[in-house]
């Protein structure tokens, strides 16, 4: 089918995602969304550029745009997975451009007048130190701005959180004065949430993952137990507004059962 020309498509489109965010008005929505920002790299090849720094750069940008997506359709808190803790092994030349535009969103979504709450979680200790204190620094001038809560995801792995927070509540414990033997008693699923690296801890309602590929990496692996999964074909550069109401759909469409 021959697409239409350009200057007509967008009028068409605008059309369309006017009507689609109508039929979202009073449907169910998730609080808590975790977006897996996959394609970068090959978003930036396809589109003809010779450096993939371009690719990190579009991504970077559509994250702003994304969250003001969000906070306008009432989520609560978002999770961001920009850097796992194995992307840490690629190399130089490829990570240090990537952690860069990491560094310069997280300046751009924290910064006077953005009425978001960022924090960065992950293995930052396994960053370069000028990287960790840039992240940390930028992310604590937000604390206590309230609006939607942000997590961004660098140095990030799934079951390196579980292993810390297993570590952090034993050490609180023996801290306390506390016997190891009396916490390996009672240890349960609730000492396991309370020290996840996000302090909010919120169980994840809804995980988005664009490019098209349909797996986890390890990507939010205690908290979406019970999480909704929504695949995108686009590369994460070229994903859209309306490919966001039509995730919402999805979600608003489905029976949540959490396991019975």
């Known amino acids: 089918m021959k697409l239409l020309p350009l200057f007509l498509r967008r009028p068409v489109e605008a ?3 006017r009507r689609l965010a109508a ?6 929505r998730p609080q808590h969304v975790g977006i897996m920002v996959d ?8 589109a003809g550029h010779t450096d993939v720094r371009e690719g990190y750069r579009a991504g970077g940008a559509k994250v702003t745009t994304f969250l003001g997506w969000c ?5 609560e808190h978002v999770t961001l997975f920009m ?3 194995d992307n840490l092994g690629r190399p130089a030349e490829e990570l240090g ?13 924290t910064a006077e007048g953005r009425d978001w709450e960022v924090r960065a979680i992950g293995s930052l200790d396994m960053l370069p130190a000028t990287s960790a204190r840039v992240l940390k620094e930028a992310t604590a001038a937000t604390a206590g701005r309230g609006g939607l809560k942000v997590d961004v995801a660098v140095g990030y792995g799934g079951r390196r959180e579980i292993v810390d927070a297993v570590k952090s509540a034993f050490e609180e414990h023996i801290a306390a004065g506390g016997d190891p033997a009396e916490l390996v008693a009672r240890f349960g699923i609730d000492d396991i949430s309370r020290h996840l690296y996000s302090p909010v ?6 995980i988005i993952r ?3 590929e349909q797996r986890l990496s390890g990507f939010l692996l205690w908290q979406s137990a019970y999480a909704e999964m929504h695949w995108v074909d686009c590369y994460w550069p070229a994903f859209r507004h309306v490919d966001f109401l039509r995730a919402l759909r999805s979600y608003a469409g489905r029976e949540r059962r959490f396991g019975k």
């Open 71 to 75: 906070a306008a359709a009432g989520i």
């Open 23 to 28: 039929t979202l008005v009073g449907l169910p």
């Open 210 to 212: 664009t490019s098209g």
């Open 97 to 109: 451009p990537l952690i860069e535009v990491i560094e310069e969103t997280v300046r751009d979504i």
């Open 15 to 17: 059309v369309y995602e």
């Open 39 to 46: 394609g970068n790299r090959r978003w930036a090849r396809e």
């Open 201 to 206: 801890a919120d169980h994840t309602d809804f």
């Open 83 to 85: 850097l796992s803790d």
